[in-house]
């Protein structure tokens, strides 16, 4: 059995009740290892349970990535790429694995988008529906372009995932993209957006985007942007989505360092404290 405190911990509480009860130490014995093997079968189910809910959680988030990768009609290396780091981060190179064969077989399928958000609506919180969307604007722009197309898949997940669309076109300033209403033919130009994602966007789109961030416009006052920042940062501040686990973690330090640069960029133009 391998060492851990609160197998004993269990046990010695187990002794201690059956000394009380039956009065014996022959009856205290029995008791603690019953209650210690009923422990265990509890933990042991407890586990099974939550990697069955970890693995289903994975499918209906590869279902959306799938859906998202295929809306402009175009399927790309890099969308697969991220699609693979995110679920090797979540489960391991193996299970990764073979969440990769489940995608290329959901690509080539229907995605009923409908039905896997009202699952997730079911299963998921409301934080964690934010992040799978964060995950699912990043496979849409990871090629430095978003296609009209993609846009309104993302906009009716959002809206399906019951996220306003204040907070989706927030969560979307945190990108920079090329926006098209459909792919060119000119390859040359594709691989220059796709260079140019890289690129620090213009400060005057960087202004813009930090004013989207905080979800307001630049007609708002100085107090309206200060407790704007507040309110988001209490809701994106890494430490609330610690209960989530590891797999969050990223993207939510990601996603409030965003917030914190959008709110000093907004400051320094101001020039508020």
């Given at each position: 059995m391998k060492k851990n405190p609160a197998i004993w911990i269990v046990a010695l509480v187990s002794i201690i009740s059956g000394v009380l009860i039956f009065r014996s130490f022959t009856g205290a014995l029995v008791t603690g290892v019953l209650?210690?093997?009923?422990?265990?079968?509890?933990?042991?189910?407890s586990k099974k349970v939550k990697t069955h809910k970890n693995k289903r959680d994975g499918n209906l988030t590869l279902l959306l990535a799938a859906a998202v990768i295929k809306a402009?009609?175009?399927?790309?290396?890099?969308?697969?790429?991220?699609?693979?780091?995110?679920?090797?981060?979540?489960?391991?190179?193996?299970?990764a694995h073979q969440y990769m064969q489940k995608l290329e077989t959901c690509l080539n399928q229907k995605v009923q988008v409908n039905a896997v958000c009202h699952h997730i609506n079911l299963e998921f919180l409301p934080s964690e529906k934010i992040q799978i969307l964060h995950f699912l604007i990043g496979i849409a722009v990871s090629t430095g372009v978003l296609v009209e197309s993609e846009h309104l898949l993302l906009q009716k997940i959002a809206n399906r995932l019951e996220i306003g669309n204040v907070t989706y076109q927030s969560m979307l300033a945190m990108f920079n993209y090329s926006y098209q209403q459909q792919h060119t033919n000119d390859s040359k130009k594709e691989q220059k957006q796709e260079y140019n994602y890289h690129a620090k966007p213009s400060p005057s789109r960087a202004l813009d985007n930090a004013y989207k961030i905080l979800e307001h416009t630049?007609?708002?006052?100085?107090?309206?942007?200060?407790?704007?920042?507040?309110?988001l940062a209490k809701i994106h501040h890494p430490d609330r989505s610690i209960h989530l686990g590891e797999k969050f973690q990223h993207v939510a330090k990601e996603k409030f360092q965003k917030l914190q640069e959008a709110y000093d960029l907004i400051k320094s133009k101001r020039g508020f404290k």
């Open positions: 209650g210690t093997l009923f422990w265990i079968g509890q933990s042991k189910e402009d009609g175009r399927i790309y290396q890099k969308e697969r790429d991220l699609v693979r780091r995110k679920f090797e981060h979540d489960f391991g190179k193996v299970e630049s007609v708002a006052t100085n107090e309206e942007i200060k407790k704007a920042y507040r309110r």
